[in-house]
């Protein structure tokens, strides 16, 4: 069963770039379609991202001019960069894996990460 | 504000069935697979239903769910303690991935 751990810093300032690692076990990351996923305090989840294995990439576009997700098959790796920071995007930060194509359901997750975005 | 809307809580009485109602649009709901994910405080979001109506292996059958225009449904039956927990319907709008608002399940 494959499994995904995010890591990183739970402490981001504001103005700089927050930086997470999800770190895929039990499986390999091709030929799949993976996501970063958040949840700010008390609200729901909101779409970050994904990225296929190949490196092809799609954002949502109210985040797209700060993020970048990038891929590493030879360490099993994808990342997150989120750029510009503020206490807006503090949240739980969830890695997700989708269950086929890109446009379907997310069939693995990783526990979440909290990043709180404060001076 | 979420794209899709779902009602913020439902209960029901152990063993009973509950129905969880997600509402979108052409775009979205209309045109695109829905998935339903089940959330505990502190643990992973987990996938119930893929592709309108799917169970992945492990998911017991007392969980079910449908699709009709722009809007889905999420069925519980035989509802335990257990299942207490934020219900998630997700999709996609165009390539946007889009979740509802979450629905707290409460088993009184």
């Known amino acids: 069963q494959v499994q995904l751990q995010e890591s990183g810093p739970g402490l981001a300032k504001p103005s700089e770039t927050l930086s997470l690692t999800c770190t895929v076990s039990?499986?390999?990351?091709?030929?799949?379609?993976w996501s970063w996923i958040r949840q700010p305090p008390g609200k729901g989840l909101e779409w970050i991202g994904y990225i296929y294995y190949s490196g092809n990439t799609n954002y949502n576009p109210s985040l797209k001019s700060r993020v970048t997700i990038s891929v590493d098959t030879s360490t099993n790796q994808f990342s997150l960069n989120l750029t510009s920071v503020t206490a807006a995007d503090t949240a739980v930060y969830y890695c997700?894996?989708?269950?086929?194509?890109?446009?379907?359901?997310?069939?693995?997750w990783g526990q979440g990460t909290l990043v709180t975005v404060s001076s | 504000q979420s794209v899709l809307t779902q009602p913020p809580s439902v209960s029901a009485a152990p063993g009973q069935k509950v129905t969880i109602s997600c509402s979108g649009s052409s775009s979205n709901i209309g045109n695109n697979f829905v998935s339903w994910y089940q959330h505990l405080p502190g643990t992973a979001p987990k996938l119930l239903i893929y592709?309108?109506?799917k169970r992945p292996s492990g998911i017991p059958v007392r969980f079910s769910a449908s699709k009709s225009g722009t809007s889905a449904t999420l069925g519980i039956a035989g509802l335990q303690t257990g299942d207490e927990a934020v219900y998630y319907c997700?999709?996609?709008?165009?390539?946007?991935?889009?979740f509802g608002g979450g629905t707290k399940l409460t088993v009184l």
């Open positions: 039990g499986g390999s990351i091709s030929p799949y379609y």
């Open positions: 997700g999709t996609w709008d165009n390539s946007l991935g889009v």
């Open positions: 592709d309108d109506n």
């Open positions: 997700a894996r989708h269950s086929a194509v890109a446009r379907s359901g997310f069939s693995n």
